[in-house]
């Protein structure tokens, strides 16, 4: 059972921004910084953001990550429809690494 | 370019045994712990089992403790879960990832039936 929450579904048109929002505690974000996965259907998850708001190299700047005490959000600026797919958050909890409930993003 | 490529896997009977093996490519293995993650068909992320680099730190998730050994082979840039005593509850796609969760392998199906 996760330890961090997220809605279950998000969804926006192309061109809009959309936030998806990370529900932890004091032990896992309120401690340790947040990670940020994409899921595309069928494919291995993909890190968009590490230390809460940092970007790999190659990931578009469209995405942002924050974390405010015990929460943390994505957003995606400038909806796609490629960036339709299933996101997760992540955060080290003393010594387990726990993922969130994922929310699946709809490009209407 | 950093390939991370899963084998092992396959169908095994509830209190079995399979080993997983993570070929690693690409970077400096013996520098970058190692983590294994799996992903329960139509749920979320699951993670299992961490190794650091020089293999001091290891680390498992309540739901594999006791079952599962995860190893590395720095020579062979290789990592590796020994899991045994299998559950149906197992059955899962793994994928094994680089330190970070910066590189991914593309997962492969273990199924306990």
């Known amino acids: 059972q996760s330890v961090l929450t997220q809605p279950p579904s998000a969804s926006g048109t192309p061109g809009q921004g959309v936030t998806i929002s990370c529900s932890g505690g004091f032990s896992n974000i309120g401690r340790n910084h947040v990670y940020w996965f994409q899921q595309l259907p069928g494919m291995a998850p993909k890190l968009l953001i590490f230390r809460s708001d940092q970007r790999p190299s190659g990931v578009p700047d469209r995405f942002s990550g924050s974390k405010s005490v015990t929460s943390a959000s994505l957003t995606i600026s400038g909806l796609r429809s490629e960036d339709e797919a299933t996101y997760f958050c992540g955060a080290w909890d003393d010594t387990d690494f726990v993922f969130g409930t994922g929310t699946t993003l709809t490009v209407l | ?113």
């Open chain 2, 1 to 113: 370019e950093v390939h991370l490529v899963e084998s092992g896997g396959g169908l095994v009977q509830p209190g079995g045994s399979l080993r997983l093996s993570c070929a690693a490519s690409g970077f400096e293995f013996r520098t970058y712990s190692m983590t294994w993650v799996r992903q329960a068909p139509g749920t979320g992320l699951e993670w299992i089992s961490y190794i650091n680099s020089g293999a001091t730190s290891i680390l498992y998730a309540d739901s594999v403790r006791g079952r599962f050994t995860i190893a590395r082979d720095n020579a062979k840039n290789s990592l590796s879960l020994q899991m045994n005593n299998l559950r149906v509850e197992d059955t899962a796609v793994y994928y094994c990832a680089k330190s970070g969760f910066d590189y991914w392998g593309q997962g492969i199906l273990v199924t306990v039936s």
